[in-house]
Every structure is written in structure tokens, then in C-alpha cells.
């Protein structure tokens, strides 16, 4: 059975840091895409960052490119998002997500994601 599971979420002041990991188990992830989605309260769950397999197809969100940078590690199978200059509006819950690789589709909508994680609460104080 695949399980995702987010760590690293928390409260932090506008302008700082935080790096989130997402562990992944049972299952193997060589034909996956692994992303990242957020939802703040009584909004939808939007889209974030992904990353291919190799690493060589990485996609942002316009609102989080040149602050947000997602990588993995396979050997370990764990992906991060390094999150940088963080605003309040960054506020929510980020999950983590992983889609099989369909084509030369980079998958940024939440069909296109097969397994999600928990979650993790981010909090950005102004």
C-alpha cells in the first residue's frame, strides 16, 4: 500500500525558511511525477511544484517560482520543496502528491495525481 507522508511544515516569520519532506513506501516510484499542492482555508486545493522522476521536468506555480525549488532524492525515496522568502499568503496546508508519468503531460491538476499524503501545516506570520 503507498503512503505518502509530509514533515516539516510550521510557523514562521514573512521572509523566512522552511523545508518541507514527503517520504514515500510501498510502492515503486521510477514512472512517477511527485508534487506538491496547497489549500488555505475555504479555498481550493491549488497546485505547487513537480518533478519528474529524473529530475530533468520541474514545474512551478507561478505565485512560488524563484522562491520554492523542489528535489528528490530516489535513493531514498524522498522529495523536498526548500521554500524561501515565504509571504502570509503561503499559509495552508501543503500535501504531497504523487502521479504516474502519462505521456509528455507534466501533471499540475489534482486528477492527474494518483496517491496524496496527509498534509502539513504551514503558518507564515506577518
Known amino acids: 500500500q503507498v503512503q505518502l507522508v509530509e514533515s516539516g511544515g510550521g510557523l514562521v516569520q514573512a521572509g523566512g525558511s522552511l523545508r518541507l519532506s514527503c517520504a514515500a513506501s510501498g510502492g515503486t516510484f521510477t514512472q512517477y511525477f511527485m508534487g506538491w499542492f496547497r489549500q488555505a482555508p475555504g479555498k481550493e486545493r491549488n497546485f505547487v511544484a513537480t518533478?519528474?522522476?529524473?529530475?530533468?521536468?520541474?514545474y512551478y506555480a507561478d505565485s512560488v517560482k524563484g522562491r520554492f525549488t523542489i528535489s528528490r532524492d530516489n535513493a531514498k525515496n524522498t522529495n523536498y520543496l526548500q521554500m524561501n522568502s515565504l509571504k502570509p499568503e503561503d499559509t495552508a496546508v501543503y500535501y504531497c502528491?504523487?502521479?504516474?508519468?502519462?505521456?509528455?503531460?507534466?501533471?499540475?491538476?489534482?486528477?492527474?495525481?494518483?496517491?496524496w499524503g496527509q498534509g502539513t501545516q504551514v503558518t507564515v506570520s506577518s
Open positions: 518533478i519528474s522522476w529524473s529530475g530533468g521536468t520541474i
Open positions: 502528491a504523487a502521479a504516474l508519468s502519462r505521456g509528455l503531460k507534466v501533471p499540475d491538476q489534482k486528477n492527474d495525481y494518483d496517491y
